[in-house]
């Protein structure tokens, strides 16, 4: 084994696998000598992924097809995953497929939005980390974004569920660090997934899925910045552009930072 499985292995699990920079965080630690399991809500896809990961590495794959917003999440990837030993942890799967106001949608899409971004995260961390300590190594990833620096209209739940994962992962990283367990938390401006071409498609600001969102940063950039940066936790701000957002927060007071959201949201939607 090389001294990346020696130290994270033998398997992955990564929550949100299927596209984006998921499906590319689950190649690149497979390419680094781990087996990983593939989660996401689409099977197809997740096979396709699959078979391109061992095609391109000989690793093992596992695929689980589960929606990580139903509320036996937690107990459905870990029952699928009793014989594995897991040692490494990415909870990837995220984003707000809707961008819309907190009253306009129903209540069950923000519960569903703090089940799947919050509370299952938590599970899985609770479970997965006690044996990690008990090994004194391993490795959790949580991705979080700019959305939680500070609240900002059309994001209440999401940019609510993004600052838990931020100050959880940490938390989670001054515990574990002692004990051989790195932490942490990738902070993400915008970047180019399928899942965001999809919502500046349907809200008009790209032409079509097949262009990639002005902006927005490569997958590839991302990627190496976690890997780069896995035992300098507890958290990643990922490229200039959140570096420089987060910099101007701090450099504010709390409520103008949320007037300056509210202003800057408020401005893209009219451009559209
Ligand atoms: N893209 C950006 O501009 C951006 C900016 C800041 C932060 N982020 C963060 O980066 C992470 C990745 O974002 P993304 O843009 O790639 O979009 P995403 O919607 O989080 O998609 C990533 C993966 O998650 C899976 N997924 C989504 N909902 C799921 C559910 N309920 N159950 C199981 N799997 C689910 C998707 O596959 P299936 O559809 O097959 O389930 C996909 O494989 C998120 O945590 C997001 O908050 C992204």
């Known amino acids: ?33 781990l087996n990983v399991v593939l989660l996401a809500r689409r099977q197809e896809v997740l ?28 107990g459905e990837v870990i029952a699928a995953t009793e014989d594995l030993e897991i040692g490494f942890l990415v909870y990837c799967a995220g984003a707000d497929p809707n961008f819309q106001p907190f009253l306009s949608s129903p209540l069950s899409d923000a519960e569903s939005l703090v089940q799947r ?16 300590v008990e090994r004194g190594r391993g490795g959790i990833v949580i991705f979080g974004s700019g959305a939680g620096f500070a609240g900002g209209p059309n994001m209440v739940a999401y940019g609510a ?13 001054t515990e574990l660090q002692p004990s051989g367990v790195d ?19 349907e809200r008009g600001q790209i032409p079509s899925p097949e262009d990639a969102p002005p902006g927005a940063a490569a997958v590839d ?9 896995l035992t300098e ?32 949201v408020t401005s893209a939607m009219g451009a559209n």
């Open 47 to 74: 096979d396709e992924v699959a078979a391109g990961i061992t095609a391109h590495t000989g690793a093992q794959t596992r695929t689980l097809a589960i929606d990580l917003a139903a509320p036996a999440a937690a």
């Open 1 to 33: 084994m090389s001294d990346f499985a020696d130290r994270y292995g033998p398997w992955a699990l990564v929550a949100g696998a299927s596209d984006g920079v998921g499906s590319a965080m689950a190649e690149e630690l497979a390419r680094r000598g």
């Open 161 to 173: 569920s993004k600052a838990f994962d931020m100050v959880f992962a940490e938390a989670l990283w």
């Open 183 to 201: 932490v942490l938390g990738l902070i993400l401006g915008k970047t180019d997934t399928p899942a965001l071409r999809k919502l500046e498609h």
């Open 233 to 264: 936790g507890p958290t990643c701000l990922v490229g200039p552009e959140i570096q420089a957002a987060a910099q101007l927060m701090a450099s504010v007071s709390r409520n103008d930072a949320v007037r300056f959201i509210a202003q800057a």
């Open 221 to 229: 950039d991302v990627v190496a910045a976690a890997f780069a940066n």
């Open 117 to 132: 971004n919050c509370l299952v995260p938590m599970q899985l961390c609770h479970h997965y980390a006690q044996p990690m």
